[in-house]
């Protein structure tokens, strides 16, 4: 670990583990934590704990994954290598495969105005507006579509896709989302035209003065537009307006990077994202 870094490397730890406590439990598996979503929603993972003295064993790998398949959980599992470089040959010798993404923060002196990376608006999502249950539709069809397609390559997949990909809403669901957004721990945004509708789509979730960008997405027919750049630049300003001082994000690859290059991040260490083989291509 570069020791330059070790102060954000403990922040990010700290900002990991926060995230699911408002709506997840906490269970330890020796050196692992695995958060269980109480309720509907997005499955969380399992990664090192806080006060773990020692680095994560196969033991305990093995009991949390018995435990996410006991209670029909993806066998998911999140750490920092740099802060917990063991743990990479262990998942590996679990038969794990571990997807190895650039962790890039953000260099606030760098970041450009969204305004001159594309030409289509970019909005941010408003908790009362009369229509923020259509928007997070929107938000999570479009990215439902662009992950499907991964990478930045343009394809043929584009708003016909999105609009078969949109889904109602759970109320509970929608509930999480629009109270997460009015105080301030998430932020949504949403890109397009008038005429093709929301074309890419991002979110940021915060705790306190720290926030990870994430979800950052396009259509394939609209990439290389600037879009996702623009996503992305717009939901660093509304951080650093909020008062966050350190915005992160970890890129799905090298080429994907890239793009968050242009935007003021720098890769600072390595989030490893482990799942059964099957699972990572």
């Given at each position: ?145 662009s ?22 809403l ?65 939901l ?21 990077a890239?793009v ?5 991040f ?6 490893c ?9």
């Amino acid at each position: 670990m570069d020791p330059r870094h070790k102060h954000v490397f403990d922040r990010l730890e700290h900002f990991y583990d926060a995230v699911p406590r408002d709506v997840a439990g906490a269970e330890e598996h020796g050196g692992l934590v695995l958060f269980v979503r109480e309720g509907a929603g997005w499955p969380f993972y399992a990664r090192p704990r806080l006060d773990a003295t020692e680095a994560p064993s196969l033991a305990d790998v093995t009991s949390a994954r018995e435990r996410q398949r006991k209670l029909g959980l993806p066998e998911a599992f999140e750490w920092v290598h740099e802060t917990t470089p063991d743990l990479l040959a262990v998942a590996r010798s679990a038969g794990l495969a571990v997807l190895e993404a650039p962790l890039m923060v953000l260099d606030p002196t760098a970041l450009p105005d969204p305004a001159t990376l594309t030409d289509a608006a970019v909005r941010v999502l408003a908790a009362d507006s009369p229509g923020f249950a259509a928007d997070v539709a929107a938000r999570r069809a479009v990215a439902a579509v662009s992950f499907a397609a991964p990478g930045t390559a343009p394809g043929p997949a584009g708003p016909a896709e999105r609009d078969a990909a949109v889904t109602e809403l759970e109320l509970a669901a929608l509930d999480e989302e629009r109270t997460r957004i009015a105080d301030g721990r998430r932020i949504s945004v949403l890109a397009g035209t008038p005429t093709e509708g929301a074309l890419a789509s991002g979110m940021a979730m915060r705790v306190g003065d720290v926030a990870e960008i994430a979800g950052v997405a396009t259509l394939p027919s609209a990439r290389r537009r600037g879009l996702g750049a623009a996503v992305t630049a717009t939901l660093a300003r509304e951080l650093l307006a909020a008062g966050t001082d350190l915005v992160f994000l970890s890129a799905g690859s090298e080429e994907i990077a890239r793009v968050y290059l242009r935007v003021g991040f720098r890769r600072i260490g390595t989030a490893c994202i482990a799942e059964p083989a099957a699972l990572i291509p």
